[in-house]
């Protein structure tokens, strides 16, 4: 299966490019506040936790002792109001992300505390911590100013456990600026979980809704099952097993022309061997417990050589019926490597792209390679390319809004860029061109873009947007939506397009495999080309890999069983 090792859980950004934050500078005067008008980076928070030992210092009932020249530590623990001032986070979720950062914060200056959030203010209206409207129990009217837009006021109670790091910190500050991305665009209701089933399908790795309203299910032993929900239970009332194929199933998704009585079902996976371009498509058609075998729609997909196996994953039809296919990356980093057992192959002309594929066309032709041939050879099906450089875009959802979004997993292996990031850029890297961890990200996939994990046969050499190899940024790069965190293995997503959850309409709902364990709420600018705000939505689980909605219910899969829920928003 095509998962990510799990890792330290890190802060989440919006884009992959770390601007200039927050930061406090030692100059004779005292130590001045800088902030930026735009994104919560780890750097500004580890300078800001300088910044915040501060109006701990004072708030916790530390004296500065001229004398000494430091300062004095308290006996008891005290009660500190402290205001976070927000470049705009998501309301309904600010209480508890903010917690999170605060504590955070405080921990890296050594103080001990608990927090209690109090209220949030949004220009001159405040709210409480669940979003209604409440007058203002601010200190001073200037809490209240429009500009930062939205303060998250916190009583705290502790005291300072290790005083030497508050030396020479010498401003009395009773606001903190943490700065994070987004834009605040209204209050709304914390949807909460009112149900939740599990059901014991475990390794479940796509979902897909039938016209007959069955979901089905693949799994990484190669098990097609349809299951039938009792929608207002959430409990599974039939279970049909239709099909196994000595294989990972990867993908699965329905044909826009099926009914009710003749669904008809396209899966994606590779075989377990480690061996090249031994991924397929296959098709199946029928309805209840009677249909026909699978057979082989295309095949010579990409699947890399190491042990782990990237390959074809997410399938979705899109407008006139084309097929969309993602096939990930089988180097970590774009260059072939001696020394990367998980990765020991180079790249080949349909790896590290989203493809497309006309199966309703009497031209159309689906084996790409057969076996015997050259792997890095131009193929001989009339698969099309619709976006490239993804490292291993787990799955992609094709959104109302018309644009299509995809999870993709960052580099965390012993990978190598290419030497050159120019063409050519063929023949094995330089471990020493290792890029280092980076994060998941959330893409908007255009037709013709360039998302940078390279592909030297295709002549895509720059990683990224070129500046590790100190290249321009190739023309057709387009940099991240969001970043979804280190060693996240962000994997399945799919959007909320019911109404019984206002607040979620249209959002993105995307999974996190490793780091979080969680569904995160994605909410998208009215354009769709932005994130608005990035949201732990549902948490505590095992290993999720794909996420589905139905009727307003969510319903996962996990490496234990499928969960279903039903929210209250």
């Not at 480690?274 to 009677?290: A, C, M, R, Y």
């Not at 969001?482 to 607040?503: Q, W």
Request: charged fraction near 15%; include cysteine; proline fraction near 6%.
């Amino acid at each position: 299966m095509q998962i990510e090792e799990a890792g330290e859980e890190d802060a989440l950004y919006p884009n992959e490019e770390k601007p200039q934050g927050m930061e406090c500078d030692n100059v004779d005067d005292g130590w001045v506040r800088r902030k930026n008008s735009k994104k919560l980076q780890i750097a500004a928070l580890v300078a800001l936790a300088a910044c915040l030992a501060i109006g701990f210092g004072i708030g916790f009932g530390v004296n500065w002792d001229d004398d000494n020249n430091t300062f004095q530590r308290p006996t008891t623990n005290v009660t500190s109001e402290v205001i976070l001032s927000m470049d705009n986070v998501m309301v309904s979720r600010a209480a508890s992300n903010m917690t999170q950062v605060l504590f955070a914060v405080i921990q890296a200056v050594s103080v001990s505390v608990t927090a209690t959030c109090k209220q949030i203010c949004q220009g001159s209206q405040c709210y409480d911590c669940n979003g209604v409207p409440v007058a203002s129990t601010m200190r001073t009217a200037a809490t209240l100013s429009a500009t930062p837009p939205t303060d998250l006021y916190f009583m705290v109670t502790g005291m300072v456990s290790t005083p030497e790091v508050l030396q020479n910190l010498r401003d009395h500050a009773r606001q903190f600026e943490v700065l994070l991305w987004g834009t605040l665009s209204s209050v709304r209701s914390v949807p909460t979980t009112s149900l939740k089933k599990e059901y014991p399908l475990p390794f479940g790795t796509a979902m897909a809704w039938g016209p007959d309203g069955r979901m089905y299910v693949v799994n990484a032993f190669g098990v097609l099952t349809a299951l039938q929900y009792n929608m207002t239970s959430l409990e599974v009332v039939n279970s049909t097993e239709l099909a196994t194929i000595p294989t990972q199933l990867t993908g699965i998704t329905v044909h826009p022309e099926s009914t009710a009585d003749n669904i008809v079902l396209y899966m994606s996976g590779f075989g377990y061997a480690p061996i090249l371009n031994t991924g397929f498509v296959w098709k199946l058609s029928g309805s209840g417990s009677s249909f026909s075998e699978p057979v082989v729609v295309i095949s010579g997909l990409p699947r890399s050589n190491g042990n782990l196996p990237h390959g074809v994953s997410g399938i979705h039809f899109g407008a006139n019926n084309i097929l969309y296919i993602s096939s990930g990356g089988l180097t970590a980093a774009g260059a072939e490597l001696y020394q990367n057992p998980s990765f020991s192959s180079g790249e080949v002309p349909l790896s590290t792209a989203i493809l497309t594929a006309d199966v309703d066309s009497t031209d159309f032709r689906g084996v790409c390679y057969e076996a015997g041939t050259d792997p890095y050879a131009e193929p001989n099906c009339t698969l099309g390319i619709h976006a490239t450089g993804f490292r291993n875009a787990y799955d992609f959802v094709i959104h109302s809004n018309g644009k299509m979004y995809a999870t993709d997993n960052g580099h965390q292996d012993d990978g190598a860029y290419p030497t050159s990031g120019t063409a050519p850029c063929m023949g094995y890297g330089d471990p020493k061109n290792n890029p280092g961890d980076q994060p998941d990200l959330l893409l908007n996939v255009m037709e013709g873009k360039y998302y940078g994990h390279p592909n030297p046969t295709r002549g895509e050499c720059a990683y990224r947007n070129g500046s590790l190899q100190d290249v321009p940024a190739p023309q057709n790069y387009e940099p991240p939506l969001a970043n979804l965190g280190m060693r996240a293995s962000a994997n399945g997503i799919t959007e909320y397009t019911n109404e019984a959850c206002p607040s979620l309409h249209k959002h993105l709902l995307l999974v996190r495999f490793s780091t979080g364990d969680d569904v995160m709420d994605v909410e998208l600018s009215a354009d769709g080309t932005s994130v608005v705000t990035l949201t732990r939505l549902l948490t505590g689980l095992v290993d999720p890999l794909s996420v589905s909605e139905k009727d307003g219910n969510i319903f996962v899969t996990t490496n234990e069983v499928l969960v279903a829920y039903r929210l209250t928003c």
